[in-house]
């Protein structure tokens, strides 16, 4: 399902001013430690799935990368990220994820941020990533942590007096679409298992070498009080890989 809720005025209006997209990279609470995932970018050629307003596309750039590309379904992203964007080495396409095809070993590195929980095939998008990237490439990637993801709605179950009690979590082995509730709007997403993560960059011939579950970085659990409840469950999940030679 190609679900493009980006597009939609309201929607965008609201996404567009949450932190992590008038702050960029400094402002995700994840960044701390995705930013050491990420591989040496100098000379490389990138592809960025899912790149949104292009913070990853150009950090590579400002890193040394020779030529980055950033795909996204949503062509209000891609105009924000082209109007952000200076680099004469960052090219924006707009199109689904699922449907990227490039000749093989065409990539160094793969990046993609929060994009996958759209896709209902991990296992393809697995063997297409690595079908494009050379032999020792890096394939890294953030996603909604399954935990998060599980039940369905996203969101905490309260008390009496409106206070956050917990995370529920249900469902877990079954694997699929669920409708989450995201800025006040219905949102289609896809729960996978951290069995299928894990298992399906190994089928399709990846060795892990990084993975973490990460906690908001100190200053923000410091100065944003409501952060705190992040301790409390895991929002996302952020991995790293190398394609193995065959």
């Known amino acids: 399902m190609k679900e493009n809720k980006y597009d ?3 929607f965008f209006n609201q996404y567009k001013k949450m932190a992590r997209s008038t702050g960029g ?3 995700a609470g994840e960044w701390h430690e995705f930013r050491k995932m990420m591989p040496d970018f100098q000379g490389k050629r990138v592809l960025d799935l899912g790149c949104g307003f292009g913070w990853h ?3 590579a ?11 996204d379904i949503s062509e209000k992203m891609l105009e924000k990220a082209k109007e952000m964007t200076e680099s004469p080495v960052i090219e924006y396409i707009l199109m689904p994820v699922e449907e990227v095809d490039y000749p093989s070993e065409s990539f160094d590195a793969v990046l993609s941020s929060l994009t996958f929980h759209y896709i209902d095939s991990f296992r393809n998008m697995c063997k297409k990533i690595y079908n494009f990237l050379t032999d020792g490439g890096y394939f890294v990637f953030s996603v909604e942590h399954p935990v998060f993801t599980a039940y369905g709605t996203q ?5 009496k007096n409106g206070e956050r009690l917990h995370w529920p979590v249900d469902r877990y ?3 699929g679409l669920r409708k989450a509730n995201f800025l006040g709007e219905e949102v289609m997403k896809y729960h996978k298992t951290l069995t299928t993560y894990i298992n ?4 399709a011939g990846f060795e892990i070498t990084g993975f973490m579950e990460p906690k908001p970085e100190e200053s923000m ?6 952060m705190q409840d992040e301790l409390r469950r895991p929002m996302m999940l952020l991995i790293s890989a190398k394609k193995r030679k065959r």
Do not use: H, M, Q
């Open 57 to 59: 596309c150009r950090y």
């Open 200 to 203: 399906d960059l190994i089928w």
């Open 173 to 175: 082995f079954s694997e």
């Open 155 to 159: 969101d905490w179950y309260y008390g």
């Open 8 to 10: 939609d005025e309201k």
């Open 25 to 27: 990279l400094e402002a």
């Open 61 to 71: 750039a400002d890193n040394g990368a020779k030529a980055v590309t950033g795909i």
């Open 221 to 226: 659990l410091r100065d944003i009080p409501e």
